[in-house]
């Protein structure tokens, strides 16, 4: 066998380790997150909780796992050492812990978005120690991704008057570090028309007036999910 096609066995074998090592992690990511955060819910049902035992929870690790196959397909069947593969899998790992504690108590904890952030440096760091030409031409993307983030949610909080959260404008940066401009403008487009179609379908059931709230994040995981999936 010639090194040439040595080295691309290698190559293909890291990448599907990768795959079955992610979807491996991914629930066990959301098991922990809820397990060390659920003391601090403020509905005994919900500090009670088992990970995984509801058929919501079910439903969005499914989503989860079929995203992270199509990102995975997206960047060539990668390794765990792209990048953009860490970056993205950290994200959505994130938005399961933040799409569920959002839909049962309104809220984004900011322990979790500060142990995001940690672990964002940490991949940047990494990178940049190991192809810093690489992390220079991630950064301009990660800039951009921050702006938008930045502009339409802040403008998005400042014209709510108090309806979305300053959890979902914190998360929504985040969302836009992880995921550079080239995920995040579609996610949150994706994510918006989603919630504004829901809303307007329970309007016309009248199980919602104009002064309700819903919780935005749950949308904006599916808007992640439906972004990760177009490829």
Same mark, same amino acid.
């Given at each position: 066998?010639?090194?040439?096609?040595?080295?691309?066995?290698?190559?293909?074998?890291?990448?599907?380790?990768?795959? %079955?090592?992610?979807?491996i992690? &991914?629930p066990? &990511?959301?098991?922990?997150? *809820?397990?060390?955060y659920?003391?601090?819910?403020?509905?005994?049902r919900?500090r009670?909780?088992?990970? #995984?035992?509801?058929?919501?929870?079910?439903? @969005?690790?499914?989503?989860?796992?079929?995203?992270l %196959?199509?990102v995975?397909?997206t960047?060539?069947?990668?390794? $765990?050492l792209?990048? +953009?593969?860490?970056?993205?899998?950290?994200? &959505? !790992?994130? *938005?399961?812990?933040?799409?569920?504690?959002?839909?049962?108590?309104q809220?984004?904890?900011? +322990?979790?978005?500060l142990?995001? *952030?940690? $672990?964002? #440096?940490?991949? #940047?760091?990494?990178?940049?120690?190991r192809?810093?030409?690489?992390?220079? +031409?991630?950064?301009?993307?990660?800039?951009?991704?921050?702006?938008?983030?930045?502009?339409?949610?802040?403008l998005?909080? =400042?014209?709510?008057?108090?309806?979305?959260? !300053?959890?979902?404008?914190?998360? !929504?940066? %985040?969302?836009?570090? /992880?995921?550079?401009g080239? /995920?995040? @403008?579609?996610?949150?487009?994706?994510?918006?028309?989603?919630?504004? !179609?829901?809303s307007? @379908?329970? =309007?016309?059931?009248k199980?919602?007036? +104009?002064?309700?709230?819903?919780?935005? $994040?749950?949308? &904006?995981?599916l808007?992640?999910?439906?972004r /990760?999936?177009?490829?």
């Amino acid at each position: 066998m010639k090194p040439g096609e040595t080295r691309n066995e290698e190559g293909e074998m890291a990448g599907y380790m990768t795959l %079955v090592l992610g979807m491996i992690l &991914l629930p066990c &990511l959301y098991g922990g997150s *809820m397990v060390l955060y659920r003391d601090s819910f403020q509905e005994e049902r919900n500090r009670s909780r088992i990970p #995984l035992r509801t058929g919501r929870e079910l439903a @969005v690790m499914l989503l989860g796992e079929l995203a992270l %196959v199509r990102v995975w397909w997206t960047l060539g069947k990668c390794s $765990v050492l792209e990048v +953009r593969f860490q970056l993205l899998f950290v994200m &959505l !790992a994130g *938005m399961t812990f933040f799409c569920m504690t959002d839909f049962w108590e309104q809220i984004v904890p900011n +322990r979790m978005l500060l142990l995001l *952030m940690l $672990v964002f #440096l940490l991949i #940047l760091g990494w990178q940049g120690i190991r192809d810093g030409e690489a992390l220079f +031409r991630l950064l301009p993307s990660v800039v951009l991704g921050l702006l938008f983030s930045m502009i339409s949610f802040g403008l998005g909080y =400042l014209l709510s008057h108090g309806s979305m959260g !300053a959890g979902d404008v914190k998360l !929504a940066l %985040v969302m836009g570090l /992880y995921l550079t401009g080239e /995920y995040v @403008v579609g996610a949150v487009f994706y994510g918006c028309i989603a919630s504004a !179609a829901y809303s307007l @379908v329970q =309007l016309a059931r009248k199980k919602l007036s +104009r002064k309700d709230t819903i919780p935005f $994040v749950p949308f &904006l995981y599916l808007g992640l999910i439906i972004r /990760y999936l177009v490829g």
